[in-house]
């Protein structure tokens, strides 16, 4: 990239940076209370339980049906059963959620990430049909089954979760076979039997659910607009399609560059950026003890931890620069790029070590062996960490290492470093 094209750049970074401070200033936010306490794609604890208490028509929301109402009209069974009698459950059955109003039962399988399970959806209707229906021969109008997955319209094959059963060509049923099911003790159902099978999914159906809900009077009038607010921004972070942050990292707000020109001279922004980084972090390291280097006041373990007599020599600057590169880039195990440092005698005639491990970066005191060299030997450190080579690719990873180090430096050594 020429000097140009690095000004234009910059210019979109400060834009960026720009933006994010204006909405942060407006009141913008990421903050999400469910997503601090349970995970955004959390089917059972978040989603089922969620969706359980807005559409429990007894539920402590004090508005009766008008949430179920809704919902039952996203899942188009609005007229499958009467509900002024409706009556949901979490779990009963291990059913993720049952509607139903004694007589005609909706079974809806919330699959979020989960893998389906065996047998999973005969085993429900076989729970509805032995539990509530028993005496009755034929189910094709008592039960429906919604399946709730992001994009997949069935479960797997590979789990037989609609054992007995076969998709009906052309229709939104599933039609039993005829068969006894052996796996499932010999249960059976009327030969010809259709079921209703209904595919909803989190973008459209949910989402447009949230939305009419959070516009009803009911909702304004006992304030739980909010809750559905809440409950949207976990909706959003569902699409891994599109950034759901208000607030923009590099990333967002790459992919939201209109112009494929301002794309591209981001793109090999980024890409030399990412080749300078390990640079950049192995001299700011080795910066921080420019001044014990020219005082000749440091020494290096050689890459190892296995105590030898001649275990420590006088290392520079750029020698150790180098070490740090190759620690960052994890570059040739047999060229020892791991457990590579410093040995450093402090004012009080302390050896410490800075060292750099497998992945992990320690400094602190280090004892001599028994003949007097020094060594970095396993059982020597308190293991101090003080950052890791993830650590340093994060956004205050380095500024981190650099205040620990320095104040280490400060409060031992007659040199501090600057």
């Known amino acids: 990239m020429d000097d140009s094209e690095y000004n234009e750049v910059l210019q979109l970074y400060e834009k960026l940076v720009l933006d994010n401070k204006e909405k942060k200033a407006a009141g913008k936010h990421d903050y999400s209370l469910m997503n601090a306490l349970l995970k955004s794609n959390d089917e059972v604890n978040l989603h089922s339980r969620f969706i359980y208490s ?6 402590l929301h004090y508005c009766g049906d008008t949430f179920l109402n809704i919902f039952l009209e996203q899942i188009s069974c609005i007229d499958f059963l009467d509900i002024t009698k409706a009556k949901v459950f979490r779990e009963k059955g291990n059913i993720d959620l049952l509607i139903h109003d004694d007589y005609k039962f909706i079974i809806i399988e919330n699959k979020l990430n989960a893998p389906d399970q065996e047998y999973q959806i005969t085993r429900y209707i076989k729970y509805v049909k032995e539990r509530f229906l028993a005496q009755v021969d034929d189910l094709s109008d008592k039960i429906q089954i919604v399946y709730l997955a992001k994009n997949k319209p069935y479960p797997s094959k590979k789990s037989k979760s609609l054992i007995g059963f076969e998709k009906g060509e052309g229709e939104n049923a599933i039609k039993w076979k005829g068969k006894g099911v052996p796996e499932l003790g010999g249960f059976s159902l009327k030969s010809g039997t259709k079921i209703p099978y209904i595919h909803i999914n989190y973008s459209k159906h949910i989402k447009n659910w949230s939305d009419e809900s959070r516009r009803t009077d009911e909702c304004k009038k006992k304030g739980l607009v909010h809750v559905f607010d809440e409950y949207e921004l976990i909706l959003r972070r569902l699409n891994k399609h599109k950034s759901w942050k208000n607030i923009m990292e590099l990333f967002d707000y790459y992919s939201n560059l209109k112009g494929d020109e301002d794309k591209n001279r981001m793109y090999r922004f980024m890409v030399e950026s990412r080749d300078a980084l390990p640079k950049l972090i192995s001299k700011e390291i080795s910066d921080l003890f420019t001044l014990e280097f020219k005082e000749g006041n440091t020494q290096l373990p050689l890459g190892t931890i296995v105590p030898k007599e001649d275990i420590a020599v006088q290392v520079s600057y750029e020698d150790f620069n180098n070490k740090c590169l190759d620690w960052l880039n994890k570059k040739g195990y047999s060229k020892g790029w791991k457990d590579i440092g410093l040995v450093l005698v402090d ?4 050896y410490w070590c800075f060292i750099m491990r497998s992945s992990n970066i320690y400094f602190e005191t280090v004892e001599l062996s ?6 970095v030997e396993l059982y020597f450190l308190k293991e101090n960490l003080i950052a890791s080579r993830n650590d340093l690719l994060k956004k205050s990873g380095l500024i981190g290492l650099k205040e620990k180090v320095k ?12």
């Open 347 to 350: 004012k009080n005639g302390r």
């Open 407 to 418: 104040l280490i430096l400060k409060d031992n050594f007659l040199i501090p470093s600057k």
């Open 370 to 375: 028994d003949s007097g060299a020094i060594t």
């Open 54 to 59: 807005m559409i429990n028509p007894t539920g």
